[in-house]
């Protein structure tokens, strides 16, 4: 359907529009504006349209991990909705660089690096999307056309005032931190792609909504009707505590193998299973609701947990692969086998023997001999089956089985 639409008509908002609000609202940060969105949905069921769907993402950097999903699969509900998704790929603007959340001016990309980036964008949407049936745009397209004029007209639209109410340039004018001029520019580049492709909503992340605004206010500016928009919220990471990100070691990487993936997924806590759910899953409003009163009921909550799991393992790998997680995860920890698949190390000792912290974190199963000394004070590190206590442990040359807390195992080599 296209935004152009400047009807005032009021459409029926029936029982099946409110089930669509009610998935499109589940995990969001913002909604703008319920009540103009409710009437898109009603249109569109009316004339038999399909509501424009927008995300823009710059190919900044390859994202691998299941956190920058969150906001494609509030995208794919869009989708089954019956709605057209446009999945923007922002090479134009990835050479400006956003700065959202920056206080330093961002470096600008080369064009061989974007390519690169832009490729793990399209297969990463995949995973997520049916791409076949996205509309893939690249925002070069019309940026390349707008020309020197063309940009002129369309700072006029907009005032210097208004972009420094953004949070981050408003801070860097009051720290007197160097603002360039291009950087101005970028919310202006962002919000007009909105208007190029008469987006009915767009979505982002939490960090986005100033863009999203800027977008909503062009297309008035445009005659466009303004855009709806939809902001998710950043995934807590496996920790239960911070971002998912690879800085905090708390993430799940969309490469990496079926076994890693459930094992981790079944390792975070019983409540944040139920923000993933929100935030990851594809199961609808009523699913996730009957299923959570059921553990409220006396279900176990590893049931839930276990469908997750195997909900996320098919998106990356497939279901064939999610049934073999589960069984090798029910062996390995409900069995006490040990994984057949686990590294091999071998680690130097000192005089014949080395100690455990040492051995722990030469294997790499930690990052460091603190950390190793946390996970044997916690009870979290056996040596061939047998709970370690001592931190002063010494051990001498031979072959053994080590493992550190559920999923960190190696089979270690003392020379």
Request: glycine share 8%; proline share 3%.
């Amino acid at each position: 359907m296209s935004a152009e639409h400047t009807e005032t008509q009021k459409y029926e908002v029936t029982p099946d529009i409110r089930e669509a609000m009610a998935t499109i609202a589940r995990g969001t940060d913002t909604l703008l504006i319920e009540s103009e969105l409710e009437q898109k949905l009603a249109r569109a069921k009316a004339t038999g349209g399909k509501l424009r769907c927008k995300l823009g993402l710059d190919p900044t950097a390859p994202d691998i991990h299941i956190g920058h999903t969150v906001v494609l699969n509030k995208l794919r509900q869009l989708q089954d909705l019956g709605h057209t998704v446009i999945f923007l790929i922002g090479d134009f603007t990835a050479a400006i660089g956003d700065p959202s959340g920056r206080n330093t001016t961002r470096p600008p990309l080369s064009p061989e690096q974007i390519k690169v980036n832009a490729e793990t964008y399209l297969e990463q949407a995949a995973h997520v999307l049916d791409i076949e049936k996205a509309e893939v745009r690249w925002n070069s397209e019309w940026n390349n056309e707008l020309g020197a004029a063309g940009l002129i007209q369309l700072a006029s639209r907009y005032t210097v005032a208004r972009l420094l109410e953004r949070d981050d340039f408003a801070k860097r004018f009051s720290q007197q931190l160097p603002i360039a001029v291009h950087e101005l520019i970028y919310p202006l580049m962002h919000g007009y792609d909105s208007v190029a492709l008469k987006a009915d909503i767009e979505l982002g992340g939490s960090d986005q909504r100033f863009n999203l605004l800027v977008g909503r206010e062009l297309q008035r500016q445009y005659g466009q009707e303004a855009q709806c928009i939809l902001t998710m919220p950043l995934l807590v990471g496996l920790d239960g505590v911070n971002k998912m990100s690879k800085s905090k070691h708390n993430y799940i990487g969309i490469t990496e193998s079926a076994d890693e993936m459930f094992g981790k997924v079944m390792s975070i806590s019983d409540t944040l299973m139920w923000d993933w759910y929100n935030l990851l899953s594809l199961k609808s409003n009523a699913e996730i609701t009957a299923l959570k009163a059921e553990c409220e009921n006396g279900r176990n909550p590893r049931d839930a947990k276990v469908m997750l799991a195997k909900e996320i393992v098919e998106r990356f790998h497939d279901a064939k692969a999610a049934d073999a997680a589960e069984a090798e995860f029910n062996n390995r920890f409900r069995a006490g086998a040990v994984p057949s698949d686990i590294p091999e190390v071998t680690v130097a000792s000192e005089n014949g023997e080395i100690g455990i912290a040492r051995l722990i974190k030469e294997t790499g199963l930690c990052p460091s001999t603190g950390e190793a000394n946390r996970n044997i004070q916690q009870g979290g590190v056996r040596l061939d089956g047998e709970r370690i206590s001592d931190r002063g442990l010494k051990v001498k040359t031979g072959q053994y089985v080590l493992q550190v807390g559920k999923r960190r195992w190696a089979k270690v080599t003392v020379s």
